[in-house]
C-alpha cells in the first residue's frame, strides 16, 4: 500500500493557526491567574486544568 501526502491547503494551515493561538493565549490565562490567585482552593484548580489540558512536549 502506497501513501500519498496532500499538502495542506491555506484554508486548513489558518485553522492551525487559529487553533494554536487559541490554545496558547487560555494557557497563559490559566497560568497567570493560578500564580495571582490568592485562593488556594482557586490556585490548585487552575493549575489541575493546565495540567489537563497541557500537552506534553515530544
Do not use: Q
Not at 23 to 51: C, G, H, N, Q
Amino acid at each position: 500500500m502506497t501513501t500519498t501526502k496532500h499538502p495542506l491547503n491555506s484554508s486548513e494551515v489558518g485553522t492551525l493557526w487559529v487553533t494554536y493561538l487559541e490554545k496558547t493565549l487560555i494557557m497563559r490565562m490559566l497560568e497567570y491567574f493560578s500564580a495571582k490567585s490568592d485562593d488556594p482552593d482557586a490556585r490548585r484548580s487552575w493549575s489541575d486544568y493546565v495540567a489537563i489540558i497541557k500537552v506534553p512536549e515530544e
